[in-house]
């Protein structure tokens, strides 16, 4: 384990009787203990599939707190989580599956079964925090393994890949290692004082940094609560702060 999944795994035990996520779509706070059974659940899943360290999945969900046990599963067992847009039109999922060789595709039941095919076969799962999870697996890639790789990851691995805005072209890819995503969201609640007394609100889309790094990963590391909504909404913005008493929010203009 890096220090970032020791860290992460230590704070869903410290918090396992309390709630530490809520999703605003589903009007429904999980426990600790609901995320590390989503944790222990995807992990065996990833297994029995064959997917381990090195392989990079892409994930193509809405904003969701499945996002915090998901990342959390793959970053345990070595993986890299490439997270884009839920709304990913078809075919540009399909090209971008077939330009980096992804070993999986995790993303909702309808796009699974849209995607699927007989080398990419779909199976499904159902956590505490979604009713139900597609995971489409490259069947070229993963059929003649024995086993799912198995390496502890270290700090230098890659843990995370997001895509730039692409203002000044195509959108690029761009790794992130555990050392980094652990270096820059205790520095994020360092500059902005978050404690285990704070709710924060995220509004931003989880293949953004902000939400993945400013919002999610500091608020886990200094034992705050998460509230996720669906997308940035300027009616229900202030509503939302002031009925779930939410005391630091991060947004960026899109």
């Known amino acids: 384990m890096s220090k970032l999944t020791d860290l992460l795994s230590q704070n869903l035990i410290n918090e396992r009787d309390y709630p530490i996520v809520k999703s605003v779509a589903a009007d429904t706070w999980y426990t600790g203990r609901d995320l590390e059974e989503d944790v222990a659940v995807l992990r065996d899943q990833l297994n029995k599939l064959k997917i381990g360290a090195g392989d990079q999945i892409l994930v193509a969900l809405p904003n969701a707190p499945v996002h915090l046990a998901l990342n959390q599963a793959l970053w345990e067992i070595g993986a890299v989580v490439h997270p884009i847009a839920a709304a990913t039109p078809l075919p540009e999922l399909k090209a971008e599956w077939s330009l980096y060789h992804y070993q999986a595709v995790i993303t ?147």
């Open 108 to 254: 909702l039941p309808d796009v699974g079964e849209k995607l699927a095919e007989p080398l990419m076969p779909c199976s499904r799962l159902r956590l505490h925090t979604i009713a139900a999870l597609a995971i489409l697996t490259d069947a070229s890639q993963l059929a003649y393994r024995i086993n799912a790789p198995q390496k502890r990851p270290k700090e230098e691995d890659l843990a995370l890949i997001l895509n730039t805005s692409g203002t000044t072209g195509k959108p690029k890819r761009v790794g992130l290692t555990h050392r980094m995503l652990l270096n820059a969201a205790q520095h994020d609640a360092k500059s902005h004082a978050l404690s285990a007394d704070d709710i924060a609100m995220v509004v931003m889309p989880m293949f953004h940094i902000n939400a993945q790094v400013i919002s999610v990963l500091a608020t886990r590391l200094s034992g705050g609560k998460l509230v996720i909504a669906p997308k940035f909404s300027a009616s229900k913005f202030w509503p939302l702060i002031a009925d779930n008493h939410v005391t630091w929010v991060s947004v960026v203009p899109t």
